[in-house]
């Protein structure tokens, strides 16, 4: 219907003169400018996308708000944002809509409208950010009180926002192209860091964080005194119907349960990640780790995560030094996702590269 032109004709009736009908506008974007016409006032490819919805959905109080606001999109953009932001800040998000929504982001983390300026011409040299899916995690709950929570803790171990900038923008360049979102990656160093920095801080009263700025090198470093952190064998005791759930003879591999907090720290020293910071969860069954043995090798080479909300779900499926599982290892984690009735919940496995 997007293409009959008269629908088009209708929809020119029923909207303001000044808003301009995209090709590619639809019956569900005519419902939500009816209701909301202030979001003609920004770029398509923003308010069309799942992102911005979804968060304008959960956003109850901003949506109330919405309707009172003038019709300029100076004011529109300063109200998503909760901050007066810089006219030529503005116009470059306008003008590449795909940072649009990271600047909600950028805005909780740079006060000063220059360095955030900056961090966005910076940013804007991944081409992989145009793809709207690369950046979904870091938008996710951006109305939401603890938004952005992890990366602010980690601000506060910067001498300065410029600094922080630096490190922010080298974090985007340096990640691995094998990652598949970008976002995830991120915001999964950035948690581990404020993670195990925190336990290593209740562990040691005198615990001193390292003069270490890159982001990705402070990960690896921090590893190195939590796995070192000597702590007491505890044995991750499992029923006989947990055994039959999670662990698995497949054709590459053996999937099994971590047996012990010191068998997990073993494989995150394997691995470079900080899958040991996770022994405690895992004893407390709040979630499932899952080793993956190479039957060539007899060496762990990947860990998932499974947690059970409203059922079985893998979450996370990482290899060494977080990255995500090759094509053939996905094909063998699927199956035993499929075979132990485990629904896949994360953008580690690609479920067209194995279809």
Not at 25 to 50: I, Q
Not at 82 to 103: A, M, N, S, T, V
Not at 309 to 337: F, T
Request: aromatic fraction near 12%; include cysteine.
């Amino acid at each position: 219907m997007k293409e009959d032109l008269l629908f088009k004709e209708f929809a020119k009736q029923l909207l303001p003169e000044w808003f301009h009908i995209p090709e590619s506008f639809c019956v569900n974007d005519l419902a939500v400018y009816l209701r909301y016409p202030h979001l003609g006032l920004l770029p398509y490819e923003v308010t069309s996308s799942l992102s911005f919805r979804d968060e304008l959905r959960k956003a109850k109080k901003k949506r109330k708000e919405l309707p009172n606001l003038p019709f300029k999109r100076k004011e529109l953009i300063n109200w998503l944002f909760d901050i007066p932001i810089p006219k030529r800040e503005q116009k470059y998000i306008c003008e590449h809509p795909h940072l649009f929504l990271l600047d909600g982001l950028l805005t909780k983390l740079f006060r000063n409208g220059d360095i955030r300026y900056k961090v966005l011409v910076k940013l804007n040299e991944i081409k992989r950010l145009e793809d709207p899916w690369e950046l979904y995690y870091l938008t996710e709950g951006m109305y939401e009180t603890n938004y952005a929570k992890s990366f602010l803790a980690l601000r506060s171990h910067f001498t300065s926002e410029k600094q922080f900038a630096h490190h922010f923008v080298n974090l985007f360049h340096g990640t691995q192209l094998t990652d598949y979102f970008l976002s995830e990656r991120l915001l999964g160093i950035v948690k581990d860091i404020m993670r195990m920095w925190h336990q290593l801080e209740e562990l040691h009263s005198d615990f001193i964080m390292p003069k270490v700025y890159d982001i990705q090198e402070l990960h690896d470093t921090l590893m190195i005194p939590f796995l070192q952190v000597e702590k007491p064998y505890q044995e991750i005791l499992y029923t006989k119907d947990e055994k039959n759930k999670m662990e698995s003879d497949m054709p590459m591999s053996d999937f099994l349960l971590a047996k012990s907090n010191h068998e997990l720290i073993e494989a995150g020293s394997l691995l470079n990640i900080c899958v040991g910071s996770y022994a405690e969860a895992a004893l407390q069954k709040k979630l499932y780790i899952v080793l993956i043995r190479s039957k060539e090798s007899g060496r762990i080479t990947h860990c998932l995560e499974v947690i059970y909300k409203r059922g079985w779900a893998l979450v996370q499926a990482k290899g060494k030094y977080n990255q995500i599982p090759e094509a053939d290892m996905q094909e063998d984690i699927q199956r035993y996702c499929e075979q132990k009735g485990i629904t896949i919940q994360t953008g580690d496995i690609q479920i067209e590269l194995v279809s």
